[in-house]
Nanobody, 116 residues
Framework: EVQLVESGGGTAQAGGSLRLSCLASGFAFDDFDIGWFRQAPGKEREEVSHIRSSTNSTYYADSVKGRFTISSDNAKKTVYLQMNSLKPEDTAIYYC?????????WGKGTLVTVSS
């Protein structure tokens, strides 16, 4: 059974930093895209970033390039999202996502609030 458990959300001031973690289990961690989506109030869910450990390939949405960094620890089966230079518009619920054999799996989400 695929399971994704997020941690690390919270509140930060604009310009500050937070790090999110996603502990994955139930699938071959290295071989699939794992990443983060976010959903702000009244907006659609959007992809933020993802990584495939086997190739170290990454993707970032334009809105977070240069500010967010995704990484993975294969031994811990954990994906991290380091968020720097946070902006109020980064406020959202952040969901860990894994696409395993073309099926999307989701964590329960963690709230990130950035105050101005």
């Amino acid at each position: 059974e695929v399971q994704l458990v997020e941690s690390g959300g919270g509140t930060a001031q604009a310009g500050g930093s937070l790090r999110l973690s996603c502990l994955a289990s139930g699938f071959a961690f290295d071989d699939f895209d794992i990443g983060w989506f976010r959903q702000a109030p009244g907006k659609e869910r959007e992809e933020v970033s993802h990584i495939r450990s086997s190739t170290n390939s990454t993707y970032y949405a334009d809105s977070v390039k240069g500010r967010f960094t995704i990484s993975s620890d294969n031994a811990k089966k954990t994906v991290y999202l380091q968020m720097n230079s946070l902006k109020p518009e980064d406020t959202a619920i952040y969901y860990c996502n894994a696409r395993v054999y073309y099926v999307d799996y989701w964590g329960k989400g963690t709230l990130v609030t950035v105050s101005s």
